[in-house]
């Protein structure tokens, strides 16, 4: 099976398809490699894409360190994932998780970047510090929900969380599929990587003096039916000078397999925006310009 090690001797498992102008995608809390197929059959037939799992996640190693799992580290192990594979620069794209991954590396290695598409961005992103203890005690209980109710239970009451029937209702089988690949992970790496990570990581408010100042072209894309993440992705259109938003009506936080066509056909339009040096064209929408 093909495998990339990262900095500290971690197995990171990925595929790839295609050729050409290479496209990287990084998942969700509650995704894997395989949680973008509907996009690599897309585009694959005109990009090189990559899927990947995350540390903590299968067939990837999963180390039971606490000090294994980071924002930064997740940023390292996408760079390390690229190097690997000689991708020099590559189109990004994030789902949730994923998206603040992304995000921190246009902010820390905009030279890796030909764009990055955000979908979903924003979980725990709040500017009040009530909300954001809400948010902290939410991702204390899903971490134990994982650890002590094991991974099928967890997976089932996740899977059933608000933002996730829309999925649910529009394609039940997509959603079958979704609810059976997150009870197939490990507690253990769901806990690391929640407690770690998710909960540790810079909010977007807290980057959003940086965020101000990136030149990296971005793409925004939610579900106007997504309460975890519609403000934030809002706050990122209107903070990042580069920034277009997308809003699917109707839709949830899993959007990238509840809306694939929708989203695939966005990113081919944003890649081909990107690549021709339209993206930027107008200016006139940003003050100063």
């Not at 994982?146 to 649910?168: M, T, W």
């Not at 959003?208 to 990136?214: H, I, P, V």
């Amino acid at each position: 099976m093909p495998y990339a090690e990262t900095k500290d001797g971690i197995k990171i498992y990925y595929e790839e398809a295609g050729s050409g102008i290479p496209v990287v995608f990084v998942h969700e809390y509650a995704g894997d490699y395989r949680t973008w197929e509907p996009q690599m059959r897309a585009l694959s037939r005109q990009y090189r894409c990559v899927t990947f799992s995350s540390r903590g996640y299968p067939k990837s190693d999963m180390p039971t360190d606490p000090e294994a799992y980071s924002q930064k580290i997740a940023c390292n192990d996408v760079l390390a994932l690229m190097d690997h594979l000689a991708i020099d620069r590559a189109h990004m794209v994030g789902h949730s998780m994923g998206a603040s991954t992304i995000l921190n590396i246009g902010l820390d290695h905009p030279h890796r970047c030909r764009s990055l598409a955000a979908a979903g961005c924003g979980w725990g992103s709040t500017p009040g510090a009530r909300e954001r203890e809400a948010a902290q005690k939410f991702g204390h209980d899903i971490a134990n929900m994982f650890l002590n109710e094991g991974s099928d239970v967890a997976a089932d009451k996740y899977a059933n969380y608000l933002v996730r029937l829309q999925h649910k209702g529009k394609d039940p089988r997509g959603w079958a599929e979704f609810r059976q690949w997150l009870s197939e992970h490990s507690t253990q790496g769901h806990a690391l990587t929640m407690l770690n990570l998710n909960l540790k990581r810079p909010t977007l408010y807290e980057l959003k003096e940086r965020l101000a100042k990136m030149q990296v072209p971005l793409l925004v894309v939610t579900g106007d039916e997504d309460d975890w993440c519609l403000d934030g992705s809002v706050m990122l259109k209107r903070t990042v000078p580069t920034a277009g938003l997308l809003v699917l009506p109707r839709s949830g936080h899993t959007i990238t397999s509840e809306e694939p066509e929708a989203f695939n056909r966005a990113l081919f339009e944003y890649f081909g925006s990107v690549d021709s040096g339209r993206w930027m064209t107008h200016r006139s929408a940003f003050p100063g310009a």
